[in-house]
Each structure stands twice: as structure tokens, then as C-alpha cells.
């Protein structure tokens, strides 16, 4: 069975993992979310086409989505240490998980916006509105079921990074899971931090999903 | 004596797209005037340019050439933001509607005055006014899908004369609805243009609307202007192609009964035959015609028989059949009547 020094690590390697994914997601969307926005209105048939900057941004995201994650933690460690001071445990892990999810969060979030309406854009340009106010009034609330499930499925991608991490002594459930379920072959610790994680990205996903159900004014009821 | 200025002045305008290298000439030297309480319509098929025409109106496309001259204002000498203060001015619908669906009815009728900066007490006043005029007082708090496509074209009226403005421009506002829903929006569009005194451009490929409601018709073909004049004048003489094109392939009065199908429906004196054939092509919205009928009229009850050659389209005359049947009559059809 487990020990008490056990089930006190487990305990503090849960908390460690829901800081981590609570901050890298807030980080990763204070940076994702203008770059989503800036995909879609300077896209060709946008609202503030500038061909040449989308096609950086463009390129830009899709390089950070290339690179394994695994890889990304090793590459970015002088940018760790230079944000963090240090390049282990679990706030210098929120580092790489947000360089990690700001391009995959700003294509979700391109893809959400690119999903409204255009004849409801053209309306609101019809009616004298400006770009900020179409983005603010139009595109971010007809876009807001879109972005709720997005956000749900970026916050249970960051949890599995987190975990990932633990690989490379990120701290958390995946780093409890890989020192003692992996090295010390201690297969119940692992099953406990496996079931644990499950059971977080579960709560997760139904708690993301009923929002989203219940703020979606297209449902009829 | 003073000439009075139009309200809209199109001035040699023309437009075109760029598009996968090829140049599409969408517009092509159009002059056009609009005078100020005028419903003028613009009709043409599909691809004409008249979206591309009304887009420009308010600047919502550039011209290539030519300009647009609003109550004396030229938009092409207008800033960016000079032009959407000019917009608020402006009213819009459009086919699709294009509500925003996560607002609901009074908040989407807010929306242009919020655009406009006006107070939030002012503006729920204003959204009730428009309800109001619009019959949908009881819908403030919905949202539009829970509304029928009629319920939710008034409230993009409501919402587009939200700022009063001067001009309401229509594109396509009834093509997605059905007759009975298209009839009740184009009296409301009439009511608006004779209470509030607002100039209504209506674009439309159907004859029919600006039939019942245009004081005043353009006709666009293939980016030109080909005819424009009073809708009488152009409609009973027209002069062009285009015109006549558009005239008669909508006209039923000039169809031509190709179809193959015959039914013999049978009076057997429950019914009097005249309001059942009328009302049937009334409800349908179709033509037959009548290649044999031999009927008496006794005491105000038919009876007899007719033989009925249908449209070609066999959802109208499914349409008629069941109509006929659902309305007691014996139908028969007959098999080689015509060939
Ligand atoms: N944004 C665009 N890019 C390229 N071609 C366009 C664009 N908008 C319209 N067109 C072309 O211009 C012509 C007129 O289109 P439109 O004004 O929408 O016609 P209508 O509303 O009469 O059906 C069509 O040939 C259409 O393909
Ligand atoms: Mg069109």
C-alpha cells in the first residue's frame, strides 16, 4: 500500500500540476488570443488584410507546432532559466508549456473565429462599426461557444505537456509517475497518479462542455 | 424654379474584382438617381452585380471607378471614418437575415445604436418603439432561433431603422422566405417608407416584388444598367434584351405549358368548380390549363368534369393534385392525354 510520505507527495504533485496547468493556460491565452485575432483579420478576405504579416504569423505558429514537446523543454532552457531562474520543478515548467501552447491555442482560436458568420460581420460594418468594435461585439461573442470547447481542449492538452514534463523533472503527477511507477518500479504509485490525471481532464472536459452548452443562445430551448 | 437634389447619386460607377489573375467587371459605368421617399428597385439574374451595386451604396465595396454621391456627400472625398459615421445613417438587410444569434431580438436592435454610442436606457426605449412598428413586441427577450425566417427578417428591419436613418437598403431580403412571409415583409417595408419617409433601394431577382412594391425599377444585366424608368413604363414596354428577358421568364401570363401530365378531376355537385380552380391556382401559385371541361352549374353546385394539363415541374403539380384531393375532389390522372 501506499505511505504516508506517499500519499503526501501524490497530494502535493496534484497541486503542482493543477498550478501549472492554471497558469500556463491564463499565460498561454494572454498570448494566443491576439495572435488568433491577428490570424483572422489580416487574412486575405479579412477585416485588416496585411498578406505579408499573416503569412509570418502563419509560419510562425506552424513552426512552434512542429516541434515534439519533449524537444521544446530542452531547446528553450536558457529562456527557462532567464524567466524562472531555474530550469526544473513546476513553475519553470509553465514556461515551456506556454511557448508549447500559444500556437496550438492561437489556431484554435483562429478556427473558432473563422467559424462566425460573415454576412453577420458585413452587418456590423453595415452599421458603422470598427474593426475593434467588430472584434469585441461580432467575432469574440457569435465565436463564444467555439471558444469555450476550444479552451477546454487546450487546458486538457497543457495538462498532458505538464505531465510530460515530469520527464525532465517538471514536477507534478508526471514527474511522481515517472520516478517512482517508471525508475523505482512502483506500479500502484503510478496507477494512483494516472487515475488522477484521468479523473482531472474528465472534470474538465464536462465542466467545459456544459458551459458551453448552456451559453449557446443557437440551441433552441 | 429649384431642382431638387437626389438622395443617391450613382455616378459613373464601376467595379471590378481581381480574381485568380482574371478580371471580373462586376459594374460597368452605372449612373443612377434616387430621389428622396422613393422605392426604387433593382432587379436582374443572378451574378448581374446588383449585391456588388448596393455594396457600394454605402461604401461597403470600394468602386474601381466612378463615385457615389449621398445627400451631396461624396464617399470617395470621405475618411474611413468619416464613412462610418455616414453608415450609421444607413440602414441594411439582407437574405440570410445575418442577426447576431448569441444576442437576443431587443439587444440585436440595440446593437447599431451602441455602435453609435448611445446611452443603454435609450437605446431598450428605441428597441421597444421598434418592436413595436415591427409586430414583435413580445419577442424582445428571444433569441433568433427561436424565430420563423419572417420574424427574423423584421427584427433586421427593426435593427436597420434602430439609428432612423434615410436610406433602408435591401438585398435580397425576401428571397429566403415564402410568398405568404415575403407579402407581409413588403408591407411592412411599404408602411415604413410612408410613415417614416425613408428611401428604400430594394435589389431583388423577382419581378414580383418589385411588382408590389417599387415605385421606380433599374434593371442590371451582366454589370450594366440596361433600363431604368418608372416600373409601369418598364415593365409593360420593355425596351432591352435584358428587360424583356427578365419580364417575361417571369411572367406567368407568357409560360408556356410544356408538361406532359393530365388529371380529369370529377364535379359531383359538393362543390361549386369556379372558387375550387381559382383558389387551387391561388394556393399554388401556379398555371394549368384547361383542355377539356364540361360542366353545368345548378343552383350554384358543379357538376361534370374537367380535364387539367399540369406544369412541367412535378412538385407543382403534386402540389395541385394534393390540393385538389385534400379539397374532396375526385382526380384522376391520365396517362398519354398529350404528347
Ligand atoms: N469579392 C469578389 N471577388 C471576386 N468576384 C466577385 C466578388 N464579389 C462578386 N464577384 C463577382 O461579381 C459578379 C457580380 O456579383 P454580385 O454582385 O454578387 O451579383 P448578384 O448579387 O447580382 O447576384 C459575379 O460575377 C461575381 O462572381
Ligand atoms: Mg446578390
Known amino acids: ?221 | 424654379m429649384l431642382a431638387i437634389e437626389p438622395l443617391i447619386q450613382l455616378i459613373d460607377l464601376g467595379k471590378e474584382y481581381i480574381s485568380q489573375g482574371a478580371t471580373i467587371v462586376a459594374l460597368n459605368d452605372i449612373n443612377l438617381e434616387i430621389f428622396s421617399g422613393d422605392i426604387f428597385g433593382i432587379i436582374g439574374m443572378s451574378g448581374a452585380g446588383k449585391s456588388t451595386l448596393v455594396r457600394c451604396i454605402n461604401f461597403l465595396e470600394k468602386p474601381t471607378t466612378g463615385t457615389v454621391v449621398l445627400d451631396g456627400n461624396d464617399l470617395s472625398l470621405l475618411s474611413e471614418k468619416e464613412i462610418r459615421k455616414l453608415r450609421q445613417n444607413i440602414g441594411m438587410i439582407f437574405q440570410q437575415f445575418n442577426l447576431l444569434m448569441q444576442r437576443n431580438v431587443e439587444d440585436n436592435i440595440c446593437f447599431p445604436l451602441e455602435i453609435a454610442g448611445v446611452k443603454a436606457d435609450e437605446r431598450k426605449k428605441r428597441s421597444q418603439e421598434l418592436l413595436e412598428i415591427v409586430g414583435l413586441s413580445d419577442k424582445a427577450k428571444s433569441y433568433p432561433s427561436q424565430l420563423s425566417g419572417g420574424q427574423k427578417q423584421r427584427v433586421a428591419i427593426a435593427r436597420a431603422l434602430s439609428t432612423n436613418p434615410k436610406i433602408l437598403l435591401c438585398d435580397e431580403a425576401t428571397s429566403a422566405l415564402d410568398p405568404t412571409t415575403t407579402s407581409s415583409i413588403l408591407s411592412l417595408l411599404k408602411e415604413i417608407n410612408k410613415k417614416l419617409g425613408i428611401t428604400i433601394v430594394i435589389i431583388t431577382h423577382e419581378m414580383s416584388v418589385v411588382e408590389r412594391i417599387c415605385d421606380k425599377v433599374a434593371i442590371i444585366d451582366n454589370g450594366e444598367l440596361a433600363e431604368q424608368g418608372s416600373v409601369e413604363n418598364v415593365f409593360s414596354n420593355p425596351k432591352t434584351d435584358a428587360a424583356r428577358k427578365l419580364v417575361y421568364h417571369n411572367n406567368n401570363a407568357v409560360m408556356e405549358m410544356k408538361g406532359k401530365r393530365c388529371i380529369r378531376i370529377v364535379f359531383d355537385g359538393k362543390s361549386s368548380f369556379e372558387p375550387v380552380i381559382a383558389n387551387m391556382i391561388l394556393e399554388c401559385r401556379t398555371q394549368v390549363n384547361i383542355l377539356f371541361a364540361d360542366t353545368k352549374d345548378i343552383k350554384g353546385k358543379a357538376f361534370g368534369q374537367m380535364v387539367l394539363q399540369l406544369p412541367e415541374d412535378s412538385i407543382q403539380a403534386d402540389k395541385i393534385i394534393n390540393y385538389l384531393k385534400n379539397n374532396k375532389m375526385i382526380v384522376e390522372e391520365l396517362i398519354d392525354y398529350v404528347n
Open chain 1, 1 to 221: 500500500m501506499l505511505t504516508e510520505t506517499m500519499i503526501n507527495e501524490i497530494i502535493n504533485g496534484t497541486i503542482a500540476t493543477l498550478y501549472m496547468t492554471i497558469f500556463s493556460t491564463l499565460f498561454s491565452y494572454l498570448f494566443a488570443f491576439p495572435l488568433g485575432i491577428a490570424l483572422v483579420i489580416t487574412r486575405k478576405d479579412g477585416l485588416y488584410p496585411l498578406l505579408g504579416v499573416n503569412k509570418v504569423l502563419d509560419a510562425i505558429v506552424n513552426l512552434g507546432r512542429s516541434i515534439p514537446f519533449i524537444i521544446l523543454i530542452v531547446v528553450v532552457i536558457p529562456i527557462t532559466k532567464l524567466i524562472a531562474g531555474k530550469s526544473y520543478g513546476p513553475t519553470a515548467t509553465i514556461v515551456p508549456l506556454v511557448i508549447a501552447a500559444v500556437p496550438f491555442i492561437a489556431r484554435l482560436i483562429e478556427s473558432s473565429l473563422l467559424e462566425v458568420d460573415n454576412g453577420v460581420i458585413e452587418a456590423a460594418q453595415s452599421m458603422g462599426a470598427s474593426i475593434p468594435t467588430i472584434i469585441l461585439k461580432v467575432l469574440i461573442p457569435e465565436a463564444k461557444t467555439s471558444l469555450i470547447v476550444g479552451a477546454t481542449i487546450a487546458t486538457g492538452t497543457i495538462i498532458s505537456y505538464s505531465a510530460m514534463a515530469g520527464a525532465v523533472g517538471g514536477g507534478g503527477l508526471g514527474d511522481i509517475a515517472i520516478r517512482y511507477g517508471y525508475i523505482r518500479y512502483q506500479t500502484e504509485v503510478m496507477m494512483v497518479t494516472v487515475i488522477l490525471l484521468v479523473i482531472i481532464v474528465q472534470i474538465l472536459q464536462i465542466i467545459g462542455m456544459k458551459i458551453a452548452t448552456k451559453t449557446d443562445k443557437r440551441i433552441r430551448n
